[in-house]
């Protein structure tokens, strides 16, 4: 039986988006911490992408110096209150922890949550801006990489500019990861973590629009350019344009701001097997979808959603097609979706030693009768700014010096995703915010040597 979309209230939906886990408790915070065995020469910091003591965090928690924890956790990485709830930590700090020979690993992601969100319930201003060293640096997006490279700078005494194109900075965290794991206000915390050291962030402010990159150049002694990616590239299907075809970064981000019940009862199919194809599962399910698949060329195997991601989507219910790609939107009378055309594929070995590619199995289309469809298959990239700022890069991929994070241009450097593929660099929150920190460290060292527009 259909179920009436007008009889269930936004608010229950909205408890939907609520925190899917809960954070520690004072006494299992403690008791955790102190199982730690304060390596000292941790794995787990070698394997942090952002080199948190992790030890020294954890030993801060057991003896209630929580603002020492927190500043230990934000001093590494500016986006640590994030990272403790989005971090694949069992492949990192935890599967690097010692007790897993013995027992089990400490559970680093929950105390670094445990200290953050102490600093966040008690207000903590956690660090002070440098003296001015009367240089300025322009950052051109306002995401991980972006925020960690202002907060860097501004320690180190520059006069820092984010340019952020949406109404309030973050990026990802503030807008591309769903409610139940990331709560907004958490991103925004850090936001403001950021701000409060004199950084000027101008939101709805887009570089190559409102201000032209040569400007930046112009006024400022370095740039950074952090603007992530863009969105889902189209499926090159027939059906694209019926009505119930969504793309995924648009829709996750829509949950953001406000729920719909428009997916009451309905049957989605997502288009992918990615984080962010897990994100609009996870979110179809929460707004009430009575079915939800995820469909995918490949097998589990090759899938690049993290494995507790993966887990998660099946404790929500979702069920996975794989081997199975679309060939066609199928619509009704209306214009609106009814049908999802696919075709079973088989994995051939490739030529160069890659991953294996997907073929098409001769005769095999069925249908999959669904009422909307989410694309969700990777980013496209901001090929027009990139080629406005003049700057090297592969297919919208800027290429950089990997030590200096310096692009073609040595006054423009790059942090984060639009430094993401070809080999180059990784698609974590994580990964970014180190990246961040090293273009403002590599900054600093040019420009105090003397080398700088005004040395």
């Known amino acids: ?246 793309d995924a970064i648009d829709f996750v981000e829509a949950t953001k701001t406000e729920l719909s019940t428009d997916f009451i009862g309905k049957r989605i199919a997502v288009i992918g097997a990615g984080n962010t194809a897990i994100d609009a599962a996870t979110c179809s399910v929460r707004l009430g979808a009575a079915n939800v698949k995820m469909v995918y060329r490949r097998t589990r195997e090759e899938m690049t959603a993290y494995d507790f991601e993966f887990e998660f989507a099946k404790q929500e219910g979702v069920e996975f097609v794989w081997l199975s790609a679309p060939s066609k939107i199928i619509g009704d009378a209306d214009g609106s979706v009814k049908a999802l055309e696919c075709v079973e594929m088989r994995l051939e070995a490739a030529g160069d030693g890659g991953r294996r590619k997907p073929v098409p199995v001769e005769g095999s289309t069925f249908l999959l009768e669904v009422d909307a469809v989410i694309k969700a298959i990777g980013q496209t990239r901001y090929k027009p700014l990139i080629e406005q700022l003049g700057i090297q890069n592969k297919r919208g991929i800027v290429t950089v010096n990997t030590e200096t994070y310096q692009t073609s241009n040595p006054r423009i450097y790059a942090a984060g995703d639009v430094i993401f593929g070809e080999g180059q660099g990784e698609a974590m929150v994580v990964s970014a915010a180190q990246q961040g920190k090293l273009a403002a460290y590599s900054i600093y060292n040019t420009l105090s040597a003397g080398r700088g527009r005004y040395g």
């Open 1 to 246: 039986m259909a179920v009436n979309a007008a009889f269930i209230p936004v608010d229950s939906l909205r408890r939907n988006f609520a925190e899917a886990k809960a954070g520690m408790r004072p006494k299992e915070a403690i008791e955790e911490s102190n199982r730690c065995l304060y390596c000292y020469d941790a794995p787990c910091i070698k394997a942090c992408p952002t080199g948190i003591n992790i030890p020294s965090f954890i030993k801060k928690i057991a003896s209630g110096n929580m603002k020492g924890s927190a500043r230990a956790i934000m001093d590494a990485n500016p986006v640590g209150a994030t990272c403790s709830r989005v971090c694949p930590t069992e492949e990192l700090c935890e599967g690097a922890c010692v007790l897993n020979h013995s027992s089990k690993p400490i559970m680093i992601g929950s105390l670094q949550r445990y200290a953050t969100d102490w600093a966040i319930k008690n207000d903590q201003n956690l660090f002070a801006a440098g003296q001015s060293n009367g240089k300025s640096v322009a950052i051109i997006g306002g995401g991980p990489a972006g925020l960690s490279a202002a907060r860097e700078l501004a320690r180190f005494g520059f006069a820092v500019t984010i340019f952020e194109a949406k109404e309030q900075a973050g990026g990802l965290d503030t807008y591309g990861i769903v409610s139940f794991r990331l709560p907004q206000s958490i991103s925004v915390w850090e936001v403001e973590q950021v701000r409060k050291l004199g950084v000027d962030i101008r939101t709805n402010t887009k570089v190559g629009v409102d201000i032209q990159a040569e400007e930046l150049l112009e006024q400022y002694d370095a740039v950074v350019l952090a603007i992530g990616m863009s969105k889902v590239p189209d499926l090159g299907i027939e059906g694209e344009q019926l009505t119930g075809v969504y």
